[in-house]
């Protein structure tokens, strides 16, 4: 299973929105509503973000969101925060199963 | 609240063995699918297996295949990954993670296991 593909870094200004893709393909992203979104800073477990696509868990804040077009899912992070700045993994269910992770990307904020 | 708590990652040199567990508790554990997720120094998140609710299907990603083995007891609420044949690309911490619908949801610290001699 080879992973969904996300840029490596996406930078905003605090106040501005940044959008973060993950690709993959008919088998993973695009055949299944199974998109979860996780949060991690440096040394810290992974956080989830989002899940099912859209849904947020009780207490992310709705500044998150998440949709999902054919094979490509996206996390947009509007009102950027200074604490938003960490990086940001995708994964998917892919069947079987089984689930694979994005490449992740890096959210700097200027 | 939902907790996994991590154990058993150490130094180790390559060829060797060593056992993680995974704690839970906050949850009724014996009803998801439960994973190990590790992450290289530097490297994204790579999951390596996991395992039904009766301990009965277990998947694993090919590179741990044949070397690493999952498993669970229910009674303990316990999760568990023996690690054999150990090489230093193996070097990762090791987090436990619940499972819906293959992907996590709740996540442990997770535990560093460097393999080097």
């Known amino acids: 299973q080879s992973a969904l593909t996300q840029p490596p870094s996406a930078s905003g200004s605090p106040g501005q929105s940044v959008t973060i893709s993950c690709t993959g393909t008919s088998s993973d992203v695009g055949g299944y509503n199974y998109v979860s979104w996780y949060q991690q800073h440096p040394g810290k477990a992974p956080k989830l973000m989002i899940y099912e696509v859209t849904k947020r868990p009780s207490g992310v804040p709705d500044r998150f969101s998440g949709s999902k077009s054919g094979n490509t899912a996206s996390l947009t992070v509007s009102g950027l925060q200074a604490e938003d700045e960490a990086d940001y993994y995708c994964?998917?269910?892919?069947?079987?199963?089984?689930?694979?992770f994005g490449t992740g990307t890096k959210v700097t904020v200027l | 609240e939902v907790r996994l708590v991590e154990s058993g990652g150490d130094l180790v040199q390559p060829g060797g063995s060593l056992r993680l567990s995974c704690a839970a508790s906050?949850?009724?554990?014996?009803?998801?699918?439960m994973n190990w997720v590790r992450q290289a120094p530097g490297k994204g998140l790579e999951w390596v297996a996991n395992i039904d609710q009766d301990g009965r299907a277990k998947h694993y990603v090919d590179s741990v295949r044949g070397r690493f083995t999952i498993s669970r007891d229910n009674a303990k609420n316990s999760l568990y990954l023996q690690l054999s044949s150990l090489r230093a690309e193996d070097t990762a911490v090791y987090y436990c993670a619940r499972e819906i619908w293959g992907n996590p949801d709740y996540w442990g610290q997770g535990t560093l296991v460097t393999v080097s001699s």
């Open positions: 906050g949850f009724t554990f014996s009803t998801y699918w």
């Open positions: 994964s998917s269910y892919a069947g079987s199963n089984n689930g694979v």
